[in-house]
């Protein structure tokens, strides 16, 4: 079972940083591909970034060029480094592992099989 456990979420201004971070409880952390996704108010949910076990990643046009994806397997943690943040940025973020190991993920949720609790990021004008 893997449990997984987001933080660095809060609320700053349109142009400012934060660094969202996942702790993955599970063996064999860099055997998964990990990703995070986002849902913001009304609206459905998107994959924002993802990154698999060979360090692989992938973005939504939306986030290209000013979001980061990356992880520290020696640590089993997963990090979101997000920057010149915009109010269409704001929504509840989730991180999320592959549904198996030595898989590579698109955007999808479908790849994904675990998910945690999500941390909110709000973006003001």
């Known amino acids: 079972q893997v449990q997984l456990v987001e933080s660095g979420g809060g609320s700053v201004q349109a142009g400012g940083s934060l660094r969202l971070s996942c702790a993955a409880s599970t063996v064999a952390f860099n055997t998964y591909s990990m990703g995070w996704f986002r849902r913001a108010p009304g609206k459905e949910r998107e994959g924002v970034a993802v990154?698999?076990?060979?360090?692989?990643?992938k973005y939504a046009d939306s986030v290209k060029g000013r979001f980061t994806i990356s992880r520290d397997n020696s640590k089993n943690t997963l990090y979101l480094q997000m920057n010149d943040l915009k109010p269409e940025d704001t929504a509840m973020y989730f991180c999320a592992t592959s549904s198996r190991r030595w898989v590579k993920v698109g955007l999808g949720a479908e790849d994904f099989g675990y998910w945690g609790q999500g941390t909110q990021v709000a973006v003001s004008s």
């Open positions: 990154i698999d076990f060979g360090y692989r990643t």
